[in-house]
């Protein structure tokens, strides 16, 4: 069964370090997400990115983070210069459709010292 | 923001039994309602959906229902097993965005052999 895959499973970061967290989403997937979950809070929603392009961001998703999609399988999410509250679990989802059901790969937990 | 809330942190039950696990919603524009389910150290996994149009879909042992008056949704889990153990999470779409869902803080089920 087709899945969403995510590296590294870990990242341990100074303060003011550039990370890129790196997914590849399920093949014939449209539609791309990244979402984080802080320690006990609930999933937030960062970006979606479709047809090459950011189609919609949160307040969160500020002038520090991008997101790129450098081929036809991987898709990023870059953080410029990582502080203390960039610390969570990043979650990267696919979806065929917008607002169908996404599937969510297994996260990336930044931990930023 | 509250937009979606779970408003029971934690929920036991005896395997066997029913899982009842409920969500509600504040904002009427809400048009797709999913619940996911979350392991430790996974990501969220897609379980059930709901279009505003229907008051109710079924899938094995899952149901949800939608009280769309009340703005309240609820899964049941029928006969609940101690594999189904974990984080249940409600997230909802407005049917405008590019498919960013909303997630309510999850509750954490726990089925007792």
């Known amino acids: 069964e087709p899945e969403v895959t995510q590296t590294p499973s870990h990242q341990v970061t100074q303060m003011g370090q550039e990370v890129i967290l790196r997914c590849v989403p399920i093949s014939n997937h449209l539609y791309f997400y990244w979402y984080r979950q802080i320690l006990g809070q609930k999933v937030e929603f960062l970006v979606s990115?479709?047809?090459?392009?950011?189609?919609?961001k949160s307040e969160i998703f500020d002038d520090q983070f991008s997101v790129e999609r450098p081929d036809g399988s991987n898709f990023t999410l870059k953080i410029r210069s990582t502080k203390l509250e960039d610390s969570a679990m990043y979650f990267c989802?696919?979806?065929?459709?917008?607002?169908?059901?996404?599937?969510f790969g297994p996260g990336t937990r930044l931990t930023v010292l | 923001d509250q937009q979606v809330k779970q408003n029971s942190p934690s929920l036991s039950v005896q395997e066997g039994r029913i899982s009842i696990l409920n969500c509600d919603y504040t904002?009427?524009?809400?048009?797709?309602f999913l619940w996911y389910k979350k392991y430790p150290a996974e990501g969220p996994t897609f379980l059930i959906s709901i279009s505003s149009i229907k008051d109710k879909n079924e899938d094995g042992r899952f149901t949800v229902f939608l009280n769309k008056s009340a703005k309240h949704l609820s899964l049941h889990i029928v006969p609940s097993q101690p594999g189904d153990s974990a984080v249940y999470f409600c997230a909802a779409w407005d049917g405008t965005s590019y498919g960013k869902l909303t997630f309510g803080q999850g509750t954490i089920l726990t089925v007792h052999p």
């Open positions: 904002n009427s524009m809400f048009d797709y």
């Open positions: 990115f479709y047809n090459n392009e950011i189609s919609e």
């Open positions: 989802a696919s979806s065929k459709l917008a607002g169908a059901e996404q599937f």
